[in-house]
């Protein structure tokens, strides 16, 4: 079960979603799966992309096929099938027969894994395995599983793949809808909420229900919220796979950026460091590190779709001005200039003239020479966020300096393009917290996926595959509430207890 722990690792949010091809399918909106993993049945991601597709007849196939793979992981009984780029665990399939529908509930709670001929079973079974997996309750929505004949399939399913069959149709959606109820029975103690959506007598919500509550979680409000951005660097090692985890998963635990780094490494570093001994798994020196983790433009379109598909932004650090172009060429909504290269005033002097998107700065080892520097220089931007920092990593708590915070917040009441904001690099939230009270709109943290003992920034990086990141989040969003509108008034849960008589 190694591809189903390396797709779970990729989610904060403990949601799943099953997706079957009924007609209410149409009902759920798609941005209510953002974020969360996706279980679907037969030809299902037809409909919405899925992290694994089960299924285990042959006339499947050429409807994957036709749709172009969108699931990550596939499981099936299908001897031979290998679509190029995925993943495939191969697992018997039982067939639903009088004796094997007897000891159907008992395999379905018991440690054995198969195909059940009830694929939406197999599925909630898989959800059974990954709350074992994240060791919590994980809440569970039946999607496209209208349990009647009449209705018909999702408009996404334009052509039918599966053969006719005559007559049995209706049993058989009976037979379904009696292991569901059963399933229902036998799961209320453990670890699955399992909710169906729609308008049965046992649904748990209606997909209009469902819809609500995806806008509650990125509510009107959103715009205007702290900025949370999961600083990836270069922890994705030049690996394609490992990025798009990277990215899922800061979109799960709740970022609303990523950021990535981009430098024209036989430029940016002397032939000295190049050369230098640095242990990898890509080579013995520096320079064979650094080429292995620099992005290509077709890593940087890849990272683009995927970010407007799961509505994530994202943007980068550009260090060179080689960089700087190969960058424009792309396309970006903002960049960013990073503390390490503070010095090196042509540059950025060059990008100032040469770019008037939104610019974030990290102002770490720089003092209000720098500042001035800055303001004055990048004259025609859109946006000026200037993010406090400290380039120690760990930042010890005696430097982190918090109140450098509160003063980019009152030059951004004098300059309407600033915008004050704090690049974390100390273990944990609390000085971040401490940032958003003092005025931040953006703060960063540095992220990971998994330990490695050879990667920068490691120590200090938030590791994507524990709940850790989306705590953190947690936290900056706690603090948002906890500061509120600064507008003094009235409050609902305000009583008077004495009132001035009249």
Not at 103 to 120: A, N, T
Not at 473 to 492: C, F, P, Q, T, Y
């Amino acid at each position: 079960m190694t591809q189903i722990e390396n797709i779970v690792s990729i989610y904060g949010a403990d949601t799943i979603f099953i997706l079957g091809k009924g007609a209410s399918a149409d009902l759920v909106a798609p941005e209510v799966y953002a974020g969360s993993l996706v279980i679907s049945i037969n030809d299902a991601e037809r409909i919405a992309p899925a992290d694994i597709c089960i299924f285990h007849e042959a006339w499947v196939v050429p409807a994957l096929k036709e749709n172009g793979y969108k699931s990550r992981l596939y499981i099936t009984s299908v001897e031979n099938f290998s679509p190029a780029g995925r993943q495939v665990l191969n697992v018997p399939y039982v067939p639903l027969t009088q004796e094997s529908s007897e000891l159907l509930m008992q395999r379905f709670m018991g440690d054995g894994f198969v195909i059940e001929d009830l694929l939406f079973l197999t599925a909630i079974k898989i959800s059974k395995i990954i709350a074992d997996i994240k060791k919590r309750t994980q809440a569970v929505y039946l999607v496209g599983f209208d349990f009647d004949s009449s209705v018909g399939y999702s408009r996404s399913i334009d052509k039918d793949f599966a053969p006719r069959v005559e007559g049995g149709r209706s049993v058989r959606i009976c037979i379904q809808e009696h292991y569901f109820i059963s399933a229902l029975y036998f799961l209320r103690h453990g670890r699955l909420l399992v909710n169906h959506v729609g308008d049965k007598v046992f649904s748990s919500i209606t997909a209009k229900e469902l819809n609500g509550s995806a806008r509650v979680l990125s509510s009107e409000g959103a715009q205007n919220r702290v900025a949370v951005v999961a600083e990836l660097t270069t922890n994705h090692f030049g690996d394609r796979l490992r990025l798009e985890r990277m990215i899922r998963a800061s979109k799960a635990g709740g970022a609303d950026f990523i950021k990535l780094q981009k430098r024209d490494v036989e430029n940016f570093y002397t032939k000295e460091q190049l050369a230098s001994a640095y242990i990898s798994p890509f080579g013995r020196t520096f320079a064979d590190y650094r080429h292995a983790l620099e992005l290509s433009k077709d890593d940087f379109e890849f990272v683009d779709g995927l970010c407007r598909e799961l509505g994530i932004r994202w943007f980068a650090s550009v260090l060179d001005e080689a960089s700087f172009r190969f960058m424009q060429d792309i396309g970006l909504e903002m960049l960013k200039l990073p503390s390490t290269i503070s010095e090196h005033r042509d540059y950025l002097s060059y990008v100032a003239k040469n770019y008037t998107g939104s610019i974030v700065l990290s102002t770490g080892m720089t003092d209000a020479t720098y500042e001035e520097f800055i303001i004055t220089t990048f004259d025609k931007c859109d946006s000026l966020y200037l993010l406090q920092c400290n380039s120690a990593y760990p930042t010890p708590p005696e430097d982190c300096n918090i109140a450098v915070v509160r003063h980019y917040y009152d030059l951004s009441r004098q300059d309407s393009r600033i915008v004050p904001g704090y690049s974390s690099h100390d273990f944990g939230w609390k000085a971040s917290v401490l940032a958003v009270a003092a005025g931040a709109r953006m703060v960063e943290k540095h992220v990971k996926l998994g330990k490695t003992e050879w990667a920068h920034f490691d120590a200090v990086a938030v590791d994507l595959t524990t709940p850790e990141f989306k705590e953190y989040v947690d936290h900056i969003r706690e603090a948002e509430m906890l500061l509120g509108s600064g507008l003094k008034a009235v409050n609902a849960s305000e009583q008077h207890k004495y009132l001035k008589r009249r």
